[in-house]
C-alpha cells in the first residue's frame, strides 16, 4: 500500500529542476515523497531502487534496480537514461563487503571502487564521498528537501497541543548538548534525557532502535524515572543533501513505549515525514514535538 506523506507548513517553493532527475531510493517513505513531488511538478523521475531497501511502491512504474555492491553500475544506468540530477533518498540497512563487490559485471569499476571506499568512512564522510564521485561524471546531486521542501520542519514552535513542561525543557537541553556531541564525532543525530540525565545516543542501529532500547531498560528498571525527550538534530558538519535527521509516526509510536514525554527536533534541518500524520500520532499519545533552531542562530 501506498502511503502519502502530508507536509509540514513551509511556504518554501521547490528548487527550479532542468532536465531529467533519478531518485536512488533506499528505505522508508521519504523516496516515495520525492518521486511523487517530481511528478506533481510535471517530471519524470527515474526510481534507481537499491535491491532489498525500497519500498513496494517505487517499482510500480518505471524503474531501475540496483543492488548494493552493484553502485558501479548506476553511472552506467544515468547516462543510459540521460540524467541531469540525482536525488539519493532513503537509509540502508547494510553496509557492502567490500572485496566481494569488486567483481566483474557491476558496472563501472571505478566508480564502485570510489563508492565502495567510501563506505569505510563514518555516515557523514560516507555521504560526501558518494556525492562527490557521483558529481564527478557530470550530475548534479539534489537534497530531498529541495524537491520537497515542506517535509521541513518548521520555524522554532511547538506543533502539538502538549507543550514541553520545565522538567522536559532540561532533558531537551541535556539531550541536545549530547546529540551535538556525537553529531561532531560522526556517530549519530540522537540522543534521549531523562531526568537531565543522558540515558541513550544513537548509534548505527538508528533512532527506532535506540528507543527501544530505553523502553527495554525501564521493563528491566535501569530507568526509574518519569517521563524524558528524544532530540534529533543535523550534526554539526551535515552534508545537507543526504541523510537529514527524521521522525514519523514510528517516531512517535516508539517514543511513547519507551515512557518519553516528547520529541524535539531542529527546526530547518529535521524532516517529518507525513506531517499531519504525525503530529495527530502525538496529539493522541499525549507527546509533545517541539522544534528548535539551529545551534549559532539563536545566541546560546
Known amino acids: ?60 512504474g518505471g524503474h531501475a534496480e540496483i543492488s548494493i555492491v552493484e553502485l558501479g553500475g548506476l553511472v552506467k544506468i544515468l547516462k543510459a537514461e540521460g540524467i541531469s540530477n540525482v536525488v539519493l533518498a532513503g537509509g540502508i540497512r547494510h553496509r557492502p563487503e567490500f572485496r566481494a563487490a569488486l567483481r566483474p559485471g557491476n558496472g563501472n569499476l571505478v566508480a564502485l571502487y570510489r563508492f565502495l571506499r567510501a563506505f569505510r568512512l563514518g555516515d557523514d564522510g560516507l555521504l560526501r564521498a558518494v556525492i562527490a564521485t557521483i558529481e564527478s561524471y557530470g550530475f548534479r546531486v539534489l537534497g530531498a528537501h529541495e524537491i520537497v521542501p515542506d517535509i521541513l520542519a518548521p520555524s522554532p514552535g511547538t506543533l502539538t497541543r502538549k507543550r514541553a513542561d520545565k522538567e522536559s525543557v532540561a532533558d531537551m537541553h541535556a539531550a541536545r548538548e549530547a546529540a551535538i556531541t556525537i553529531g561532531a564525532l560522526d556517530i549519530g543525530q540522537a ?84 506531517y499531519e500524520e504525525t503530529v495527530a500520532a502525538a496529539n493522541a499519545a499525549g507527546l509533545f514535538i517541539e522544534t528548535f533552531e539551529q545551534r549559532g542562530s539563536d545566541g546560546d
Do not use: H, W
Open 191 to 274: 540522543a534521549i534525557a531523562v531526568g537531565r540525565r543522558v540515558v541513550a545516543l544513537e548509534g548505527v542501529e538508528g533512532t527506532d532502535a535506540m528507543l527501544q532500547r530505553v523502553a527495554e531498560l525501564r521493563v528491566a528498571k535501569r530507568i526509574n524515572r518519569k517521563g524524558g525527550v528524544l532530540v534529533k538534530c543535523a550534526k554539526p558538519q551535515q552534508e545537507v543533501r543526504a541523510d537529514l535527521p527524521a521522525i514519523g509516526v514510528s517516531t512517535v509510536e516508539n517514543a511513547l513505549k519507551a515512557g518519553l514525554r516528547g520529541i524535539a527536533i531542529e527546526a530547518g534541518r529535521t524532516l517529518i515525514l507525513g
Open 1 to 60: 500500500m501506498t502511503t502519502t506523506a502530508k507536509t509540514s507548513p513551509n511556504v518554501t517553493a521547490p528548487a527550479t529542476i532542468a532536465g531529467r532527475t533519478a531518485v536512488v531510493a533506499g528505505n522508508g517513505l521519504l523516496p516515495v515523497a520525492v518521486a511523487e513531488s517530481l511528478r506533481k511538478q510535471g517530471g519524470d523521475p527515474l526510481i534507481v531502487a537499491i535491491k532489498g531497501e525500497a519500498e513496494p511502491a517505487l517499482y510500480e
